[in-house]
Nanobody, 121 residues
Framework: VQLQACGGGLVQAGGSLRLSCEASGGTFSSLWVAWFRQAPGKEREFVASINRRGTNTYYADSVKGRFTISKDNAKNTAYLQMNSLKAEDTAVYYC???????????????WGQGTQVTVSS
């Protein structure tokens, strides 16, 4: 599976962005999708994940209530809607897929190229 992430940009604190992750070359509907992020000098961290059918979601405590992950299997695309953005959300955001529920970076075999999100305070 190849993943293409996009939608990042520069936004003021309190603003919103929607990231997209388009998949090709695989059966998207059979995969879990997750978003991770990596800030400069920090390890890549889990942000959110969604199950195969898009019916169950999981979030890191730091984004719960502000971010929403969704999945459109007909379009082979997953999304991350980010609201009430904070300066500490600044990072490169990556999408990834796995065959089952996973939280660790090492559990994911396919990654998108990353998209930069910068939140100015």
């Amino acid at each position: 599976v190849q993943l293409q992430a996009c939608g990042g940009g520069l936004v003021q604190a309190g603003g919103s962005l929607r990231l997209s992750c388009e998949a090709s070359g695989g059966t998207f509907s059979s995969l879990w999708v997750a978003w991770f992020r990596q800030a400069p000098g920090k390890e890549r961290e889990f942000v959110a994940s969604i199950n195969r059918r898009g019916t169950n979601t999981y979030y890191a405590d730091s984004v719960k209530g502000r971010f929403t992950i969704s999945k459109d299997n007909a379009k082979n695309t997953a999304y991350l809607q980010m609201n009430s953005l904070k300066a500490e959300d600044t990072a490169v955001y990556y999408c990834a897929v796995s065959a089952s529920f996973a939280l660790r970076v090492t559990d994911f075999g396919a990654w998108g190229q990353g998209t930069q999100v910068t939140v100015s305070s």
